[in-house]
């Protein structure tokens, strides 16, 4: 089974069918894992849902999709985020806005736990330093975390009991062993990591 692991994919429909083809050109995939914020900031909310839609699709909830649809208030967010949230929302219908509401905080797919922010703090929480890392480990019943929100791909592995965090690696395969580790796949529609390319991983079962 091979998995395509998104995250933050803001309605950038563009990057999203860049990933796609990228992905199905280099072995295909059999279902898409979505960590979040499928919508705001990007021109194309319900293209990109029902893209995605398209595909066995496993799915937690991010803080744009949230606010989109007014389940979260977005005053908390700078102008631009602000703004596309609430354009977002006059955009969508009323299937695409229950299926945003929809998402589940976390989902459980074999070994990895999914979460758009934080085990700790679900959609709000950045998991970008040792204390978040640290409070999400306290709480992960799997082996692997997977993680979205801050568009920055890497590895965070337990080293002796302690979070460290590692650059991901392009086109390297890693082995997942019985160690925990918090993996962030990069952000699809907007990266935050000075390369504009679309940052993506694949699990292999296999």
């Given at each position: 089974?091979?998995?395509?692991?998104?995250?933050?994919?803001?309605?950038?429909?563009?990057?999203?069918?860049?990933?796609?083809?990228?992905?199905?050109?280099?072995?295909?995939?059999?279902?898409?894992w979505c960590l979040g914020d499928i919508v705001g900031y990007g021109p194309d909310p319900s293209a990109c849902i029902r893209r995605i839609q398209e595909f066995d699709l496993l799915a937690v909830a991010g803080n744009h999709d949230?606010?989109?649809?007014?389940?979260i208030d977005a005053s908390d967010f700078n102008v631009a985020a602000k703004a596309a949230a609430n354009w977002?929302?006059?955009?969508?219908?009323?299937e695409e806005h229950d299926f945003l509401a929809a998402l589940p905080f976390v989902s459980i797919q074999d070994s990895f736990t999914l979460v758009h922010g934080s085990l700790r703090d679900p959609i709000v929480e950045y998991l970008?330093?040792?204390?978040?890392?640290?409070?999400?480990?306290?709480?992960?019943?799997?082996?692997?975390?997977l993680v979205g929100?801050?568009?920055?791909?890497?590895?965070?592995c337990e080293v002796g009991g302690v979070p460290e965090f590692f650059d991901f690696p392009e086109n390297i395969p890693i082995e997942l062993t019985d160690s925990r580790q918090i993996i962030?796949?990069?952000?699809?529609?907007?990266?935050?990591?000075r390369d504009p390319r679309p940052s993506y991983a694949v699990y292999d079962s296999s």
């Open positions: 089974m091979r998995a395509l692991i998104l995250s933050d994919i803001h309605a950038n429909l563009e990057a999203l069918e860049a990933v796609i083809a990228d992905a199905q050109w280099r072995g295909g995939f059999d279902s898409i949230h606010a989109a649809i007014g389940l977002t929302g006059a955009q969508l219908n009323s970008l330093d040792r204390d978040s890392a640290v409070g999400t480990l306290a709480l992960l019943d799997t082996t692997n975390c929100h801050s568009h920055i791909p890497f590895l965070c962030n796949p990069g952000g699809v529609g907007q990266p935050r990591d």
